[in-house]
Nanobody, 126 residues
Framework: EVQIVESGGGLVQAGGSLRLSCAAS????????IGWFRQAPGKEREEVSC????????TYADSVKGRFTISNDNASNTVYLQMNSLKPEDAAVYYC???????????????????WGQGTQVAVSS
């Protein structure tokens, strides 16, 4: 069964850090584009970060640049999102998504991703 599982969410104080994990089950992330998205109550889903695993290029939303870092671990078939200097406005459900193919992140929109995880909750207290 093909599955994506996110983990690492939780409650953190403003200024704190969390590392989210996105693990694949039943397939390899090998030539996939992996995106992290978030959705807060009453707000639209937004793309936070993305990495094209085939060439390593990554993108970030302006709101998280300099604070979040996306990375690969090929050995464990996992993509991480390191989130530092968290702000209350970062609170949301974070989703990982995967799209197969040699695409750049800028060429994809959310509905084009093939697989989505169930999400992990991030809460930031002020």
């Amino acid at each position: 069964e093909v599955q994506i599982v996110e983990s690492g969410g939780g409650l953190v104080q403003a200024g704190g850090s969390l590392r989210l994990s996105c693990a694949a089950s039943g397939f390899s992330f090998g030539d996939y584009v992996i995106g992290w998205f978030r959705q807060a109550p009453g707000k639209e889903r937004e793309e936070v970060s993305c990495i094209a695993r085939w060439d390593g290029t990554a993108t970030y939303a302006d709101s998280v640049k300099g604070r979040f870092t996306i990375s690969n671990d090929n050995a464990s078939n996992t993509v991480y999102l390191q989130m530092n200097s968290l702000k209350p406005e970062d609170a949301a459900v974070y989703y990982c998504a995967a799209h197969r193919g040699f695409y750049y992140c800028s060429n994809l929109v959310a509905y084009e991703y093939d697989y989505w995880g169930q999400g992990t909750q991030v809460a930031v207290s002020s």
